[in-house]
């Protein structure tokens, strides 16, 4: 990764985790258990899906390319 990349996901990153934040009852990160836990729970519910969905586009895309040749 590239430092200009790097410097981007780290952007990427602390804009995801704001949203996160003001999405979490504040009840839960009390202490680093609770962080861990709602941190697991909303990268599952709204980062991972999003990923895994660019990811298999991707594939979809370069098996198409594939066909193509």
């Not at 780290?10 to 979490?24: G, R, S």
């Not at 258990?33 to 969905?53: C, L």
């Amino acid at each position: 990764m590239t430092p200009e990349q790097k410097q981007a996901l780290q952007e990427h990153i602390q804009a995801i985790a704001k949203l996160l934040y003001e999405d979490t009852s504040l009840e839960r990160l009390t202490n680093l258990g609770g962080i861990e836990e709602a941190v697991r729970s909303q990268m599952q519910k709204h980062v991972m899906p999003e990923v895994g969905v660019f990811l298999s586009k991707r594939l979809q895309a370069q098996a198409q390319d594939i066909n193509d040749d």
